[in-house]
């Protein structure tokens, strides 16, 4: 039951931050913007400096919060992944598929969102009980790569990352994609401080989702 509400938040977010950053507090201060701006998804990167006393105190936070999903990218191995999910990570996001790292969210029904780019890695993630493929990098495909996948794999269930900006994110849901992972453009104004500018960013993200959704 865990590992499906927290799919079910991934999906509802519709828009996931990846967040990178060089500092624990730009990390931390970057996560409270976009919450501000309304996203709910957030994907703290183990490129991060003590990415994981960021997970802890970000969950702490919005214990509370309804739909807030937080989760851990960049994750290379097993080792890290366990780390994550000990730290409060409720998914986990590699660049690419490891056996390995499947088996250890598995065991913890977390979900595993691996980074894939072939349909015959994608093939390899899903028959590892992976529900939601990361297309990664997104800016290598357009948009329509993900109904070329989801012809032959219809029920793959597909999430690009990289190269998703706010002029086509309706072409990424129109080709069948649950949601995007948004990083560089959504979070560059952090390097200089700009944390509001993040908040009125991710304002426009969700209402552009909404838009695509239907949503009032």
């Known amino acids: 039951m865990r590992k499906i509400a927290t799919l079910n938040k991934l999906i509802n977010s519709g828009v996931i931050a990846v967040i990178r950053a060089d500092s624990k507090n730009e990390a931390f201060r970057t996560s409270e913007a976009l919450v501000k701006g ?10 991060i400096p003590n990415a994981e006393e960021i997970i802890r105190e970000l969950k ?3 214990t509370n919060s309804e739909g807030i999903v937080i989760g851990a990218g960049t994750v290379l191995d097993a080792t890290t ?3 994550a999910i000990m730290a409060g990570a409720e998914y986990i996001v590699s660049p690419f598929f490891d056996q390995k790292t499947a088996e250890c969210c ?4 977390i979900p595993y969102l691996p980074g894939c780019m072939s349909i015959k890695e994608i ?5 590892a009980g992976v529900d939601i493929i990361k297309l990664f990098p997104g800016s290598a495909f357009s948009p329509s790569f993900v109904s070329v996948i989801k012809a032959p794999l219809p029920q793959v269930n597909v999430m690009p990352t990289g190269g998703v900006s706010l002029e086509n994110m309706d072409q990424w849901f129109a080709s069948g994609s649950i949601a995007v992972g948004v990083g560089g453009n959504l979070l560059a ?7 509001d500018e993040i908040t009125n960013l991710a304002k426009q993200y969700i209402q552009r ?3 695509i959704r239907g949503d009032k």
Not at 189 to 194: C, E, I, L
């Open 38 to 47: 309304g996203i709910t998804g957030l994907e703290l990167t183990f490129t």
């Open 60 to 62: 702490d936070k919005y």
């Open 81 to 83: 992944a366990r780390l």
């Open 106 to 109: 598995n065991l913890y029904q």
């Open 123 to 127: 093939s390899n993630a899903l028959k």
């Open 189 to 195: 104004p952090a390097k200089t401080g700009g944390f």
């Open 209 to 211: 989702l909404k838009d």
